[in-house]
Nanobody
Framework: QVQLVESGGGLVQAGGSLRLSCAAS????????MDWYRQGPGSQRELVGT???????NYADSVQGRFTLSRDNAKNTVYLQMNSLKPEDTAVYYC???????????????WGQGTLVTVSS
């Protein structure tokens, strides 16, 4: 069994910063990519950014230059540093990780429960 637990969400004023964390636990052999998604009010879930096991990153255009992904492979944890936050960043942020649970298993995606980020104007 694998669990992903996000933390770090909250209420912040526009221009402020937040740091989200997502920790994976359970029966983990290896973790490939780790992603952050978000879903704003009345919107579809969208990809915010992806980080590979070696630390290569890709970001959505809307957050490029403001958000930074990092990960600690020893702790099975991914972080999302969010700076210069805007009201349109308000959303529930979800962590997704591609995880192998054993040497012989194929990687599959696991989701966290989400953490709410609210940016006030």
């Amino acid at each position: 069994q694998v669990q992903l637990v996000e933390s770090g969400g909250g209420l912040v004023q526009a221009g402020g910063s937040l740091r989200l964390s997502c920790a994976a636990s359970g029966s983990i052999f290896s973790i490939n990519t780790m992603d952050w998604y978000r879903q704003g009010p009345g919107s579809q879930r969208e990809l915010v950014g992806t980080i590979t096991r070696l630390g290569s990153t890709n970001y959505a255009d809307s957050v490029q230059g403001r958000f930074t992904l990092s990960r600690d492979n020893a702790k099975n944890t991914v972080y999302l540093q969010m700076n210069s936050l805007k009201p349109e960043d308000t959303a529930v942020y979800y962590c997704n990780a591609l995880i192998q649970t054993s040497y012989s298993s194929s990687p599959r995606g696991y989701w966290g429960q989400g953490t709410l980020v609210t940016v006030s104007s």
